[in-house]
């Protein structure tokens, strides 16, 4: 589908994703110069669309999918070589890899990898080679954002010279960025209109360092980067992050693995968005998300793939299925949170739905896909 073509698409369905009026049965889609120009029901269009009509069949059609959260600068590893026991069993396992290694090769594959399941845009969190996977993602002609990443005690990296638009600041985690610098972040995405992301309540070892400083993880942190006089806030994940002014509708919420009820007021209070990684928590061993009570409290709930070490690949249709495993939802909830919530929550104004002036970037829900949230 290339440039300066007018065509129709027509196919079964289509998730427009407009408001009130997500999914189209018997649908057409109407693209010119690499643009939608129209999108409804065929029997609405036929008359007026243009004569090359392309039958996608029995399909059912989405605007191209947003990942909310990967890290492709670690995609020249593999999955550890056995599930884990947990994210202190999976870090000691990372930090012995040759994580400085990525090269281009590895971050083209991952993208062919994105390209291939129809991600239109991915938001990407960088600590040492933004500009490498800025770059891969230019050549694969995917919409990005670079979440260049906080990480450490030890006062604030420069930032990396990649177009300003892309860029944006993230925090690694409460636990193993200092207070200053996540706030700082934070104000700095802020003053830009910008996105804030930080890996949240991911696993329980956050959570017993930050309400009391103690446990196994704490005690590994305490060897490597905690400072000496750090002192536990007695919060759990959310409320130090809320505390810190962290939360906001601008703020994306990676993981939210352990929260409680209370936490979940506080997201919803806040309008932060959370991503939800199924397939990373089930591999690192961190329990689940209790996605369904999220989405109830009316949190806005997105996915990511996160990285090629702790997800067998970067496909965000099976991070779907893995979700729908243990978390039963609807067509318009599980279709939001391929496109329309993460392109909202990150900025991708014109993804996630298929209106006038949305790039002509598509993906198809796969079968078994179909088969489970419409038969
Ligand atoms: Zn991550």
Sequence with gaps: MTNDETYTLRVRRAA?????????????VVV??????????????????????RDLGETTLL???????GHL?????GLPPARMGGYLDWVRWLVAQPLGGTNPEAVARAAMQLLECGTAAVADIATRLPRLVAQGLDEAGIDYAIFFERFGYQGDAPLPDIDSERLALAGHALYSTSPESLRAAKAW????????SIHLAEHEGETELLAAGTGAFADFMRERILPKDFIAPGLSPVAWADALGLLDSRTLAVHAVHVSKSDIEI?????????LCPRSNEIIGVGRAPARALLDAGVPCCLGTDSLAS????NLFEELSALLAFCPLSPHEALSLLGPVPARALGFHRLGRLAPGSPARFAVLPTDLEAALFD
Excluded: Y
């Design 32 to 53: 010119h110069d690499g643009l939608v120009v129209q999108a409804g029901a065929w029997s609405d269009l036929k008359a007026s669309c243009p004569a090359d009509v």
């Design 189 to 196: 995405d802020t003053a830009r209109g910008k996105p804030f």
């Design 311 to 314: 997800a067998p690949d970067l």
């Design 63 to 69: 605007p191209g999918l947003v990942n909310a959260h």
């Design 267 to 275: 997201l919803k209070g806040r309008g932060a968005t959370v991503c």
């Design 73 to 77: 600068e670690l995609s020249h590893l």
């Design 16 to 28: 427009i994703m407009f408001p009130g009026r997500e999914i189209v049965e018997d649908a057409a």
